[in-house]
């Protein structure tokens, strides 16, 4: 386990991570403490607990919008692929169907082609 001493409000912290994790969470800490001094700036000296519940609550706030964005996209994501698949399957409809004609249309080329020589046609 990693020791790693954050600042917030400036306050030392000393916190444990998991190795590598050092940065993430120094940047994270630095993050919350810009919460913090956000609203230290704007309601003054207020009390420690109740600024960190504001800044925790912010960030909780932020959070909860970026998951109804992300569900957003998620749900967009969703129905492009349907109306890709749904594309998809028109398509090969489309194909099979034009595969089809172009095969009648070969047999009575051919048939045609056979009755301007005056051979018969081969029958299908």
Same mark, same amino acid.
């Given at each position: 386990m990693a020791q790693v001493t954050v600042t917030i409000d400036g306050k030392a912290y000393?916190?444990?991570c998991e190795e590598g994790q050092e940065d993430h969470l120094t940047d994270l800490a630095a993050g919350f403490d810009q919460y913090?001094?956000?609203l230290k700036s704007q309601f003054g000296e207020i009390g420690d607990l109740r600024l960190t519940v504001m800044a925790g609550i912010?960030?909780?706030d932020e959070l909860s919008e970026l998951k109804r964005k992300l569900a957003a996209c998620e749900a967009?994501?969703?129905a492009l692929r349907s109306a890709r698949d749904g594309d998809s399957e028109?398509?090969?409809q489309h194909e099979q169907l034009l595969v089809s004609t172009l095969g009648? &249309?070969?047999g009575r080329i051919e048939? &045609?082609?056979g009755k &301007?020589?005056?051979r018969n046609a081969p029958v299908n």
């Open positions: 000393r916190m444990a913090v001094g956000h912010m960030v909780m967009d994501i969703a028109h398509h090969q009648d &249309l070969a048939s &045609l082609t &301007l020589t005056g």
